[in-house]
Each structure stands twice: as structure tokens, then as C-alpha cells.
């Protein structure tokens, strides 16, 4: 771990949409909140030809946009720390004016959010600028390749720049407080770990349901698709910290030895275990939406949907199905992760209808952590008790009131400067989640599966349902 703290943040992509919508408003929210070192100077690059002012009012802007009023505290302060200083990273020119801004690179985080074909340049530019040394650290967004090859070749560029442990790959939704609670959950209560394997858990499910459809990123996603663009990061990340053993410590060395050791663990998708879907037109909240084809213009084969049976082949959760499923276009925006307890083995209660124990983790849009319990329905009963499964809900905003809703990259963003790596993915975790994807990919290659069509607005294709209920098992909506 890289213990010292940054003293200049270096943006690539700093007028870029990412930048705007999350890099500066989480920036600016930590600089209010006092959590950034006063001397953190944050410089922004990219090839637009601004000067210092006009980065600072295109900053203003984002900020009134993405930051919530209340959070706008201190924004003079926060506009002062920023810097511009052009760079088209294909040339050395504007690196030798990056050098020098960031004082030869001593204590200075680097953040990637470019498009990854600029990755190498980059990177080969700052090696030429003298800008890796030992007080560098790199952050690499999302996508880290298509596939395991062209992933290995984004990791052998950045490591023959910076080792492992100054190259921080985001997964945002590792930063998100729910996910973060996920982990609170299960190793900061005695109550879950007994029971948290395959003789009381009967099946997992994850959910990733998106309502929004394209957005502005057609030629990406085509090219990308939900397996790629969901399932290899987030959902796998997800599932790993479900399914891992508990780490000895909560460092970035135990917390990812143990995440790598599930997603090596997980079984090969195998006939019959996947499904894809691509949404047509439909009503999502109400208003009328195009069809995925005819927000492309063209015919497509990429998912924008797709639902697995998965399991991790250990002795914890030998025979736990874990079903993901992830889409566009869907009823509603929801990130869930539904543990589905066991029956009672033997149950007491003639007649009554005896419902197994479930407990719903919100992600997003709601916080709540629910847990179904049987309970007696009051009342004087002459055949025996009747019984009703009843939820014992938290909801995490009223549980913590006066705390404000962070947005993942704060934590990422002050966990970079820090040095922390507890929460960004290390190399073997990407490699693994890819090599798991790759196999499912060449499945659907070689047995020429099509995507089938669902309409805006729905929870995916009927085989998404079938493939669940085949085994039993109800999504849960
Ligand atoms: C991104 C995907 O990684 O995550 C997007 O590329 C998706 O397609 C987004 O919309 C979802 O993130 P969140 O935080 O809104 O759940």
C-alpha cells in the first residue's frame, strides 16, 4: 500500500463526461466536507484548449448541475485548487508542461478516465515525463479491455509503468456506502456467518435493473453489451462479496486474496444457464421508449439483457445456485441482492404454511436491509396458530439520520490520494472475472445464441423467468 498522501491530483479526461458528472462534484463534496489535505492541488488535462479559468467555470457549471445545493459549501475554495493544462497525450509535447505543474511527479495521484485506446499513450508519456516514480499511483476506469487478452495488454502497459501496489482500478460500485455495508453485514454481526453457506442458504440472487436504455453511449455499449458492461465488474464484484470467507483484516491485501479466491472458484456457465435479451419499444415510468434496434438504426446481436445461473464451486457453497440478472430498459431501477434461507428442517405448526427466511440487501435506489421472519398472526385460533411471514426492515437513511448520500467516487477519489487500495480491483481479480466471462461469450458463439426480445418497460425476456423457476425459484420483484 502506498502510505503517503497525494498533494496533486492529475485528472486525463478532465472536461470529459465522467469528469463532470462525478470526478468534480465528488471532488468538490470532499473539499466541503474538509476531508481533502488543504494543499491538494487538483490539475485537469485534457485537449480542449481551455485556460485555468475556463476549467474552473466549466467546473462551476458541473457543480451546480451534479452537486446537490447543499453540498456546493466552500466552492470558491474548491474552485482555487484546480488548474488546467492542455495535453494531447499522442504527442510528448504537453507532458513536459504536466512535469512541471505537478512538481516532477513527487506525491501525485494520476486518474484515467479517457478512453482506454489512449491508455498506453498515456502512460508512455508520463514514463517520458518522469512523472512514475515511486511517489506516482495510477487510477484506471472501466472498461479494462474486451477480453481477457486485450485486458492483459491494458495491465502489461500500466505495469511496465507502476507495480500492483500504485495501480488502483475502479469499480465504482466497490465505493458505494450500501456495498461497503455489505461488508459491515456479514463480518461485523455473529448472526449471518453461521448460517451463511449451503446448509441454510438455499439459493443467491443479484440484481442490476437499469430503466434508463442507451443513453449517449450507442457505439460503446453495442460494442460492449450487459455481459461485458455489468456482469464481468460489478455483478462479479458483487457476488465475490457475498460469497467470500472472511478476510483476517480489512485490508487490501485479505479482503482481495479472499474475492480472487471466489471468482476463481466460480463453475464454467453451462447449457441452459444463460439467457439473453435486447429490449424492443415499450413504457418504462410511463413513457413511451424506442427499441434498442431503433435507437442504433441498425440490427444488432448485442445483450442488452442477461440473466445466469451461476455457482462457486467450494465447500461453502456447494449445490447454492446464484442467479444474476442485469438489464436496460427495465420496470424499474433496482440493485438487490436477495439471500434465500432453507425451510425449517421439521415444522411444529400443523396446517400452517411455513415460509423460509429471506434477506433483501437494497443497493440502490433504496437502502434497506429486510429480513422476513415468521411471525404468529394475533388472534385466538381454535386449529392451531396461524402464522404469516412479516419483514424486519432497516432502512439506512433513518437509521442515520444527518448523514448525506455520498457519491461512490468520493471514497474512491480520497482513497486514491491516500493510497488505500482496499476497495479497487487488483489484477488477478480483473483477469478472473474476465476469464469467467470470456467462457460464457464462447458459448453463445458456438451454439449461435441470439438475443430475445423483451419489451421496454418489462423484467426481461419469459426465459429469464423460466430459467429461475425451472429450479423453483421466483426473481424477486
Ligand atoms: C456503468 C455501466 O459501469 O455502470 C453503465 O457502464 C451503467 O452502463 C452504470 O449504467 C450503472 O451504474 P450505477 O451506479 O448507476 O448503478
Known amino acids: 500500500m502506498t502510505a503517503q498522501t497525494a498533494k496533486t491530483l492529475l485528472l486525463f479526461g478532465a472536461t470529459g463526461d465522467l469528469s463532470q458528472r462525478m470526478l468534480l462534484p465528488s471532488l468538490a463534496a470532499l473539499s466541503a466536507d474538509q476531508l481533502l489535505d488543504p494543499d491538494l492541488h487538483i490539475v485537469g488535462t485534457a485537449r480542449t484548449g481551455l485556460s485555468d479559468a475556463e476549467f474552473r467555470n466549466l467546473a462551476r457549471a458541473a457543480l451546480e448541475k451534479y452537486l446537490p445545493a447543499e453540498r456546493r459549501g466552500g466552492m470558491a475554495d474548491f474552485l482555487n485548487r484546480l488548474s488546467y493544462v492542455d495535453c494531447d497525450v499522442t504527442t510528448p509535447e504537453g507532458f513536459d508542461d504536466l512535469a512541471r505543474v505537478c512538481g516532477g511527479g513527487e506525491d501525485l495521484a494520476i486518474f484515467l478516465s479517457t478512453a482506454p485506446s489512449l491508455f498506453e499513450p498515456t502512460i508512455q508519456g508520463l514514463v517520458d515525463a518522469g512523472l512514475t516514480g515511486h511517489g ?4 484506471l476506469e472501466k472498461p479494462l479491455g474486451t477480453d481477457l487478452a486485450s485486458s492483459r495488454a491494458i495491465n502489461d502497459a500500466v505495469a511496465r509503468a507502476f507495480p500492483e501496489d500504485r495501480i488502483f482500478r475502479i469499480d465504482h460500485y ?16 455473529l448472526l449471518f456467518e453461521p448460517i451463511w453457506n449451503s446448509n441454510y442458504i438455499e439459493h443467491v440472487q443479484i440484481t442490476v435493473a437499469e430503466t434508463v436504455g442507451l ?69 418504462v415510468n410511463g413513457q413511451i421508449v424506442p427499441g434498442y434496434d431503433e435507437e442504433l ?6 445483450e442488452t439483457f442477461v440473466a445466469l445461473k451461476a455457482h462457486v464451486d467450494n465447500w461453502r457453497w456447494r449445490g447454492v445456485p446464484f442467479y444474476l440478472r442485469t438489464g436496460k430498459r427495465l420496470h424499474e431501477r433496482v440493485t438487490e441482492i436477495v439471500v434465500q434461507f432453507r ?32 411471525a404468529k398472526v394475533p388472534g385466538i385460533e381454535q386449529d392451531g396458530m396461524v402464522l404469516r411471514s412479516v419483514p424486519l426492515d432497516i432502512a439506512m437513511p433513518d437509521a442515520f439520520v444527518g448523514t448525506h448520500r ?8 480520497l482513497d486514491l490520494v491516500h493510497g488505500d487500495q482496499t476497495r479497487f480491483v487488483r489484477r488477478d481479480e480483473v483477469e478472473a472475472q474476465w476469464q469467467w466471462v470470456d467462457a460464457i461469450r464462447a458459448t453463445w458463439a458456438a451454439e449461435g445464441l441470439a438475443p430475445k426480445t423483451y419489451s421496454a418497460g418489462s423484467w426481461g425476456p419469459s426465459a429469464a423467468i423460466a430459467l429461475a423457476e425451472r429450479d423453483g425459484v421466483s426473481w424477486h420483484e
Open 136 to 139: 506516482a499511483r495510477i487510477s
Open 297 to 302: 438504426g441498425r440490427d444488432s446481436d448485442t
Open 215 to 283: 443513453e449517449s453511449r450507442v457505439d460503446f455499449y453495442d460494442g460492449a453489451g450487459a455481459l461485458r458492461d455489468m456482469v464481468q465488474n460489478h455483478m462479479l464484484q458483487l457476488l465475490a462479496l457475498v460469497a467470500m470467507e472472511p478476510p483476517s483484516h480489512f485490508d487490501a491485501s485479505a479482503v482481495r486474496d479472499e474475492k480472487v479466491k471466489v471468482l476463481r472458484a466460480l463453475r464454467p456457465i453451462g447449457a441452459g444457464e444463460s439467457v439473453t435479451g435486447q429490449y424492443r419499444s415499450g413504457a
Open 174 to 189: 466497490l465505493g458505494k456506502e450500501t456495498v461497503q455495508n455489505l461488508i459491515a453485514l456479514r463480518f461485523a454481526n
Open 406 to 413: 455520498r457519491i461512490a467516487y468520493e471514497r474512491l477519489l
Open 343 to 374: 425451510c425449517v428442517p421439521h415444522s411444529i405448526f400443523t396446517g400452517a404454511k411455513m415460509t423460509a427466511n429471506r434477506l433483501v440487501i437494497g443497493i440502490q435506489p433504496k437502502e434497506n436491509i429486510s429480513l422476513s421472519l415468521m
